[in-house]
């Protein structure tokens, strides 16, 4: 149980395309997601936490017109990375989680997306 | 601002040998931490979650410990394998679940 699904798993594509990342919770409903970043050779780093039907609270640093955030269900986000530039290359990690707030249930990862920009 | 350091940061041995990871962080008021394995260019696999009023968790080989006022978790790998090889990574959890991601211990099992 509590299978986090992304896709796509990679992708390449030139600077100033806009790319889409999607996060699905397969067998339960993720009232809470959050997106990470994760540069080579570094430790992952928090960007946005999603509750479902409500805007994204964005990390210090982030920018929240660069990165957008829709959490429209309860089984799906998604993390638009808008006119993208080789410094946005990276490897974005979707987590979810059942429970709003403070709860204290773990959080389901997926398997990520590695973002090449030409 | 957390900071959590992860020791080693590379560690290889031969099959079979117990293993202990470390892992430290600055603020200790977390909600629970969470141990992950991470596999190259993968996502996270939650291996154990434990809570802040706990001392340990336990999962099959797996054992982590929690002394939360020292700010201070273990990782403790008993009898490592070939497939154990991978990346640990350590995330205390505070207010709001944030996780703050340690670097990791790259951790090489040889045959």
């Known amino acids: 149980g509590a299978v986090v699904s992304q896709h796509p798993s990679w992708v390449i594509c030139k600077s100033g395309t806009s790319v889409k990342i999607e996060c699905r919770s397969l067998d339960f409903q993720a009232t809470t997601m959050f997106w990470y970043r994760q540069f080579p050779k570094q430790s992952l780093m928090l960007m946005a936490t999603?509750?479902?039907?409500?805007?994204?609270?964005?990390e210090q640093g982030v920018e929240k017109d660069k990165f957008l955030i829709n959490h429209a269900s309860l089984t799906l986000s998604t993390l638009t990375v808008t006119s993208a530039h080789p410094e946005d290359s990276s490897f974005y990690i979707c987590?979810?989680?059942?429970?709003?707030?403070?709860?204290?249930?773990?959080?389901?990862f997926g398997d990520g997306t590695r973002l090449s920009i030409l | 601002k957390q900071e959590v350091t992860q020791i080693p940061a590379a560690l290889s041995v031969p099959e079979g040998e117990n293993l202990v990871l470390n892992c430290s962080f600055t603020d200790s008021a977390i909600y629970n931490l969470q141990w992950f394995r991470q596999d190259p260019g993968k996502g996270l696999t939650s291996l154990l979650l434990?809570?802040?009023?706990?001392r340990e968790q336990t999962s099959g080989r797996l054992n982590a410990s929690l002394d939360k006022s020292s700010g201070r978790s273990t990782l403790y790998i008993a009898a490592s394998q070939p497939g154990d090889s991978a990346t640990y990574l350590c995330?205390?959890?505070?207010?709001?679940?944030?996780?703050?991601f340690g670097s990791g211990t790259k951790l090489n099992v040889k045959p």
């Open positions: 999603s509750n479902e039907g409500s805007k994204a609270t964005y």
């Open positions: 434990i809570q802040s009023s706990q």
């Open positions: 987590s979810a989680r059942l429970g709003a707030g403070d709860s204290n249930q773990p959080q389901h």
């Open positions: 995330a205390p959890c505070y207010n709001f679940n944030k996780f703050y």
